[in-house]
């Protein structure tokens, strides 16, 4: 094995790289390899900033792949979007294994390791043991058929696939029909158990992963395996977060559990094939009460415990204790009754663990709770939804530093870091204390004391992008400001004027859906220009179409903020209608501006004046995708420039040259759209 002190260093293997796929020397990429290898070396956690163009994916697997193969130790790098996976695993590392083996003195491996409920599993396929259908679908014989269909073409996929991989399925199959050929972790018999483990799709992904030297995942199950106690990833001692950006929400989603009458009832009907039927007719009759007390609870966030809740959720909790009691223990050695014990205890476990934490949550003082609470309401978009009780933790900063950051030594990377021109908003999100010098720099929220905690250092190696000379930053401030019924006016003929300028070439990130289609109604009659609305085909199919048509529009809303990556001409003009505050009525981000407001703060600037400064940064980076880029971003929302926290939000962007004058605008649109043609 060659030690560290052997191999070629860090800076030597990265030109070697570069120069593999054809690059350049980038001087932010050399600064950010660098610090992650400092940040190997000594453990501390690193924070870099890298801007779009400054291939920081190179920057941080040329360290990862070194220290791996010195050590003969696993990396794990966790991502938040498919497309980040696939670029690394179909693009980056193949390029990465050829070019450093020689250096290296083998080549470097690696895999891809998703949740067990992306593989199909062998033995529910031949088992025959069905999911309980959603409500919905018993009541709709061309829904159960549409399944039965998509069932039988995964039975004959099998026999093709070496992987059982849901992403290989081309064309994809409804989540109906692959909860039939899925398990979760929990309702896996495990590989010793089961009678076709030997050949499982996951257990085999699993050992591929063990067996190499980096591992490439998601954040999702990078917060199963440190917040759930039951290991999902193989031993590591090194975890790089890209899109660390999204690591919170992606924590906090995993950390959220949810309760439906509809569950419950699967739950009593799983049951009922493995324990008494007075048994699961107990939790059955509970399910029901829980049905007619969620339609009477306020949609929102609820405060307080409502007394008939709690007494229903006590009669949860107790039914479902006696199922998993009438369950017994393991004894029979049959498998299908071990595999219908498995799959109810799973469901059974479920509801009993979110009864108990709602149970919970409304214990104590209001300043001391961890958790929030709210039921949902049908959005009217899509098939109706049940009512719905969720709980999610108020924050999880607590949990990141205890089970990530105190375990393994943690690289968070991403383009948009820095918050009000420092790293600080985003390391209280993670539980990292403050860096040294004012902790927080955001304009009426609480200072934080500086408190004892993972040692950290944070590095912005910039972007190559020229910002001010390649974007202009368009603050209509001339414009009143949004209102609550739709778009103005005003800002219709905004938009008309400022897309036609640019000949089409426009991209419109809206602060909501009814915002985005009005403007497509609207618009649609008033211009010749093609506008593509989000909704009306697949993301993916409409930004393909929108890349290759430049005299078009696309309108949407929240994926479009982060999931759009469209270099060169077809995209000159980014139009944001409104600031991305969250909804006042959103219970998680209203409940965490009250808890900072106990503390003394401004809950609104801590909390929502950070959210929108995020997706602010986000939505307009999508101007600027290569170094030859040219372009407008327009905020048609006044405030960004005239209310006193539009400083903070401004600070959050690059510095684009920045202007107020329509007149200025549309002459430079103009200027590009003849360049263009």
């Excluded at 350049?24 to 600064?31: F, H, I, L, Y």
């Excluded at 393991?330 to 205890?345: F, I, M, N, P, Y």
């Excluded at 040692?455 to 910039?462: A, E, R, Y």
Aim: aromatic letters at 4%; glycine letters at 10%; one cysteine or more.
């Amino acid at each position: 094995m060659p030690s560290s002190t052997d191999l070629p260093g860090v800076n030597e293997l990265l030109a070697t790289a570069v120069g593999a796929v054809g690059g350049s020397e980038r001087p932010g990429q050399v600064e950010m390899a660098e610090a992650v290898g400092r940040a190997v070396r000594t453990g501390d956690h690193l924070a870099v900033q890298a801007g779009t163009g400054t291939g920081k994916s190179l920057a941080y697997l040329v360290p990862a792949l070194r220290h791996a193969v010195a050590t003969e130790s696993t990396v794990v790098v966790s991502t938040a979007t498919i497309a980040l996976q696939r670029q690394l695993i179909d693009r980056d590392l193949p390029r990465l294994e050829k070019a450093l083996a020689k250096q290296l003195g083998r080549k470097p491996t690696f895999a891809i390791l998703k949740g067990r409920r992306n593989y199909l599993c062998l033995h529910k396929l031949d088992s025959g043991m069905e999911d309980e259908p959603d409500d919905a679908v018993l009541f709709d014989p061309f829904e159960v058929s549409r399944i039965g269909r998509e069932v039988k073409r995964l039975r004959e996929w099998v026999s093709d696939t070496e992987t059982g991989d849901r992403d290989e399925l081309v064309p994809g199959v409804s989540e109906g029909a692959w909860r039939q050929v899925a398990v979760s972790a929990r309702e896996c018999l495990g590989k010793a158990r089961c009678p076709v483990g030997t050949d499982c799709f996951a257990e085999k992904a699993r050992e591929e992963a063990g067996r190499s030297d980096l591992i490439v995942t998601n954040h999702a199950l990078l917060a199963i395996d440190a917040l759930q106690g039951y290991q999902v990833l193989p031993e590591h001692d090194l975890v790089i977060v890209d899109e660390a950006h999204d690591l919170v929400d992606r924590v906090t989603s995993v950390a959220t559990a949810e309760l439906t009458s509809g569950l419950v009832a699967a739950a009593a009907r799983r049951a009922a094939r493995v324990v008494d039927q007075d048994v699961a007719d107990r939790l059955l009759e509970a399910g029901d009460g829980l049905a007619l007390i969620m339609d009477d609870l306020p949609v929102g966030r609820l405060d307080e415990m409502p007394k008939p809740l709690h007494g229903t959720l006590s009669a949860l909790r107790d039914a479902t204790h006696a199922c998993i009691t009438g369950l017994g223990s393991e004894k029979s050695g049959d498998v299908d009754v071990q595999t219908a014990r498995k799959l109810a205890l799973s469901q059974l476990e479920e509801v009993h663990d979110t009864a108990v934490r709602l149970l919970d949550a409304w214990d104590g003082d209001a300043s001391q709770r961890r958790d929030v609470v709210w039921r949902t309401s049908d959005s009217g978009m899509g098939p109706p939804r049940p009512p719905t009780i969720k709980v999610a933790p108020l924050a999880v900063s607590g949990l990141l530093r205890e089970r990530l950051f105190a375990q393994t030594t943690t690289v968070l990377t991403s383009a948009t870091l820095t918050l009000g021109g420092n790293f600080d908003s985003m390391a209280r999100s993670w539980g990292l204390p403050p860096e040294d010098g004012p902790s927080v720099q955001v304009p009426g929220a609480a200072s934080e004391k500086a408190v004892d905690g993972p040692k950290w250092t944070s590095l912005d190696v910039g972007s190559p992008f020229d910002h001010g000379r390649k974007g202009i930053l368009y603050l209509a401030k001339h414009l009143p400001p949004p209102g609550r019924d739709g778009l103005p006016p005003a800002y219709l003929n905004e938009i008309k004027e400022l897309m036609e300028a640019a000949g089409g070439r426009t991209l419109g990130l809206f602060s909501s859906m009814r915002a985005a289609k009005q403007a497509t109604e609207e618009l649609r009659k008033r211009t010749s220009l093609e506008i593509l609305c989000q909704g009306e085909d697949s993301t993916a199919l409409l930004v393909r179409k929108f890349a290759e048509d430049e005299a078009t529009c696309l309108f949407g809303t929240l994926s479009l903020w982060q999931g759009v990556d469209v270099p060169g001409p077809s995209l000159q003009l980014v139009i944001v209608d409104r600031i991305p505050f969250p909804r006042p009525d959103d219970p998680l981000a209203s409940a965490r501006q009250r808890a900072v407001e106990a503390r003394g703060g401004n809950g609104f600037l801590s909390v929502a004046a950070t959210h929108a400064a995020l997706l602010l940064a986000q939505g307009t980076g999508r101007l600027l995708r290569s170094t030859d880029d040219r372009g407008v971003i327009a905020i048609l929302d006044p405030r960004l420039a005239t209310a006193r926290y539009g400083g903070f939000l401004r600070s959050s962007l690059p510095s684009y040259w920045t202007t107020s004058d329509p007149g200025v605008v549309r002459a430079a649109l103009g200027r590009l759209d003849t360049a263009a043609n």
